[in-house]
């Protein structure tokens, strides 16, 4: 299964939403879309209890996307660009992910810190959309996880575009589908 996970406040119009679910269909498998502001995701409070007890202490809306996330075959990362930057919501899943390095294990003796990267080989495309300014440092942010989780960055796309225009953009959406076929091309390999 090919996971999105978008971290737009709005879905009705969400031009980053719309492009994630393009890159989606381009992949042509099965695909699962996670809207962030459906799930209550608290922040990452910097305990470590993850690292030492082999989970995270919040039980929220992050302890089912977990599983998702490590059970994914490939990850589609959409944002909007809020004050130059992911949202709050992108941000606090990205930071609330260093717990699965950790999962059922807790930090043992030999492990390196930051513990397993078990997103590490697997494909991502990323997504920013805004009106403004901001879609590289966007992009950037996000490009900054893949790294981190060792995934495989396949694509990336970053629209400048009027609030919810998107979808009347068909260059924009040629794009996003094309970057699903890269996914699909990547996972073959």
Known sequence: MILGLCGSGRKEDSNSGAIVQEVLKGTGGKTELVWLIDLNIGYCTGC??????????QNDG?????????????????SPCYYGD??????????????????????ESEMPMHGRKPLAGKPAVLVSAVAGHGVERALQTMEGYVTFSEMKLVGKIGAIVGMGDVREKPDVMAEAKNLGGKIKEALKK
């Open 48 to 57: 470590m209890r993850c690292a030492f007890e082999g989970n995270c202490w």
């Open 62 to 78: 992050m302890t089912e996307l977990y599983k998702k996330i490590i059970d994914c075959e490939a990850l589609v990362i959409g």
């Open 86 to 107: 992911v949202s709050g919501l992108v941000k606090s899943m990205m930071d609330r992910s260093i717990a699965m390095g950790y999962m059922g294990i807790g930090k």
